[in-house]
Nanobody, 126 residues
């Protein structure tokens, strides 16, 4: 069974930075894609960024302020968030695909992901 555990959320002032982490367990190797999504209060969940099994990244509209990465040796996904704005405040979720060749490439679509973490809260104050 695959499990995802996020960490690194917290409260920060506008302009600050945070790095979120997500540890994945239950995969036999790193041949799966991962992504970050977020959901602000009263809004639908939206994509932030995705990363292929080989490290290729794609981003939603985060203005070049976020960088997604993964350390396959540690089974860990990261997102470095800089120049944070109050509108970045949300619960941030880690997502991971199923396992197999069809899941090597990431997607900003929620339906591409089979597994989700419990979320970590990010609050940015002005």
């Amino acid at each position: 069974q695959v499990h995802l555990v996020e960490s690194g959320g917290g409260s920060v002032q506008a302009g600050g930075s945070l790095r979120l982490s997500c540890v994945a367990s239950g995969y036999p190797d790193s041949n799966y894609c991962m992504g970050w999504f977020r959901q602000a209060a009263g809004k639908e969940r939206e994509p932030v960024a995705t990363i292929d099994s080989d490290g290729g990244a794609s981003y939603a509209d985060v203005g070049g302020r976020f960088t997604i990465s993964r350390d396959n040796a540690k089974n860990t996904l990261y997102v470095q968030m800089t120049s944070l704005k109050p509108e970045d405040s949300a619960m941030y979720y880690c997502a991971a695909s199923g396992y197999g060749p069809s899941t090597y490439r990431g997607s900003l679509s929620e339906g591409h992901y089979a597994y989700w973490g419990q979320g970590t809260q990010v609050t940015v104050s002005s």
